[in-house]
């Protein structure tokens, strides 16, 4: 959602249809920021459908991919940084890989987990 590496920053949860692009925070990590506000973080939920935009030509050709590719956004298991993209090749990346500049739009945002009501028994 927010990789640890972001704790330190102020953050906000992502907005359907919102363009975000990825930035480096003075930690050095990499986050998604609204444009206009570098400082604050966008938190994505884990499977949430991205469309990413201006992906680096060496990232393009490491991973197969176009300029633009369609994404989820995911948690790896491993290394140091846990927000990841899944492309639709099945292709995985940390965010810390895409570099600066590269864009994210949320498509859809998923549902939150709602309690489930349950019927009063009657006596």
Same mark, same amino acid.
């Given at each position: @959602?927010?990789?640890?590496?972001?704790? @330190?920053?102020?953050? /906000?949860?992502?907005?359907?249809?919102?363009?975000?692009?990825?930035?480096?925070?003075?930690? %050095?990590?990499? %986050?998604?920021?609204?444009? %206009?506000?570098? %400082?604050?973080?966008?938190?994505?939920?884990?499977?949430?459908?991205?469309?990413?935009?201006?992906?680096? =030509?060496?990232? &393009?050709?490491?991973?197969?991919?176009?300029?633009?590719?369609?994404?989820?956004?995911? /948690?790896?298991?491993?290394?140091?940084? /846990?927000?990841?993209?899944?492309?639709?090749?099945?292709? &995985?990346?940390?965010? &810390? &890989?895409?570099?600066?500049?590269?864009?994210?739009?949320?498509?859809?945002?998923?549902?939150?987990?709602?309690?489930? =009501?349950?019927? =009063?028994?009657?006596?």
């Amino acid at each position: @959602m927010c990789d640890y590496s972001l704790e @330190m920053y102020g953050s /906000r949860p992502a907005r359907e249809s919102e363009r975000y692009v990825t930035t480096r925070f003075p930690s %050095g990590s990499i %986050g998604l920021t609204a444009p %206009g506000d570098c %400082g604050t973080a966008i938190c994505v939920q884990y499977d949430t459908p991205l469309v990413l935009e201006n992906i680096p =030509k060496e990232v &393009q050709a490491a991973l197969n991919l176009r300029d633009i590719e369609e994404a989820v956004f995911i /948690r790896l298991d491993h290394g140091a940084y /846990r927000d990841g993209l899944r492309f639709a090749n099945g292709r &995985q990346v940390s965010l &810390q &890989q895409l570099s600066t500049g590269v864009g994210a739009t949320v498509t859809t945002l998923l549902e939150t987990a709602r309690p489930v =009501k349950t019927a =009063k028994a009657v006596a």
